[in-house]
């Protein structure tokens, strides 16, 4: 008589356990092998405020080479993207377009895992990465304030003073970065595509810009937006009655007319006491130049002498007062009551 085979079973209970022992075995080989690895990886997503100013440079510069570009080539394209609160024309231009590109990208696919808003909006890409340089007045700052990317906002100007672009007044056209940490200014360059000039600054570790050597509140010479000179006149002069009111094109521009610039500019940039602002202004308008401000223990507020706050909101409503190496305060008290939001 043949016998059948007999199968050997196994117990479902029996390979859940022997697959738990194993499972266990293995953590324990490999959990501090693993436990290195995520620890590396969390260190390499922090960013180090160096590397960040750097590439701020390099952004702002890149971009600057763009709206020059465009300029000479006379290819701008403007048309009216919308109207300020003013009712004046807010122009857009392929350099101001073709900057962000580079500008966006740059930052974005360098550390692509901090905020990063700008002026302008668009779809395209641009494989552009950091080239690694790190120029040597910044190597001689510190390294190794690494900082959670989730406590970096970062604001970019691809083109300030797009309509004074359009005109050809190429002195007031600058490209701007800011890095502010948990709202707070801290690194801010302001380029100047025509001249190649580059203001930078890292609030508590240095800058390549002085303040100058006297300032004169007793009849101060006020810097403001072309756009409503008439206006801010009859304020400034209830305020200081003989007030000189200069009108310029762009908020980078007017903060560094309130600094020493360089020798070397083609055409000097007017001087100013302080810069004062009326109405809202964006935050990528005054971030870099708030940094660069309070890098030389100067001063950026609203009116009311308010701190702005540069975290997500891109508006800041309140106005503008900006100083350095002068009583901030002293200028403030001056001011008349004033609502923006009823001009």
């Known amino acids: 008589m043949t016998m059948a085979p007999m199968g050997i079973r196994l117990s479902p209970l029996g390979v859940a356990v022997f697959c738990l022992l194993g499972v266990g075995v293995i953590y324990h080989l490999y959990a501090g092998v693993l436990s290195n690895h995520l620890s590396y990886f969390r260190q390499k997503k922090k960013v180090d405020l160096r590397d960040l100013l750097a590439v701020s440079v390099e952004a702002a510069q890149l971009g600057g080479k763009e709206v020059k570009r465009v300029r000479e080539e006379d290819t701008l394209n403007e048309k009216s993207k919308g109207e300020t609160k003013e009712g004046a024309k807010e122009l857009l231009t392929m350099g101001d377009l073709q900057s962000h590109r580079k500008m966006f990208n740059l930052i974005k696919n360098t550390f692509p895992q901090i905020t990063v808003f700008s002026e302008e909006k668009d779809s395209k890409t641009d494989s552009v990465t950091w080239s690694g340089n790190i120029p040597e007045d910044i190597l001689k700052?510190?390294?190794?304030?690494?900082?959670?990317?989730?406590?970096?906002?970062?604001?970019?100007?691809?083109?300030?003073?797009?309509?004074?672009?359009?005109?050809?007044?190429?002195?007031?056209?600058?490209?701007?970065?800011?890095?502010?940490?948990?709202?707070?200014?801290?690194?801010?360059?302001?380029?100047?595509?025509?001249?190649?000039?580059?203001?930078?600054?890292?609030?508590?570790q240095g800058t390549n810009m002085e303040h100058r050597m006297s300032y004169n509140l007793n009849s101060p010479k006020v810097i403001v937006s072309r756009s409503h000179s008439g206006e801010v006149k009859n304020f400034l002069h209830t305020a200081f009655g003989n007030a000189t009111v200069i009108p310029a094109g762009g908020a980078g521009y007017k903060v560094l007319s309130l600094l020493k610039m360089h020798s070397g500019q083609p055409e000097p940039i007017d001087e100013a006491d302080f810069y004062i602002h009326i109405t809202y202004i964006k935050k990528w308008d005054i971030c870099a130049g708030a940094a660069l401000l309070n890098a030389l223990g100067g001063h950026m507020t609203t009116l009311k002498g308010e701190e702005i706050d540069y975290r997500e909101e891109p508006l800041n409503k309140g106005g503008l007062v900006a100083s350095v190496n002068v009583a901030h305060k002293d200028i403030l008290e001056k001011l008349p009551d004033w609502d923006p939001s009823k001009h």
């Open 141 to 204: 700052l510190e390294k190794g304030r690494e900082i959670s990317p989730d406590s970096i906002t970062v604001w970019i100007d691809p083109l300030d003073a797009t309509q004074e672009y359009t005109e050809n007044l190429v002195k007031y056209v600058t490209t701007m970065v800011c890095v502010a940490l948990e709202g707070k200014p801290v690194i801010g360059v302001i380029h100047q595509p025509f001249t190649g000039f580059t203001a930078w600054a890292m609030v508590g």
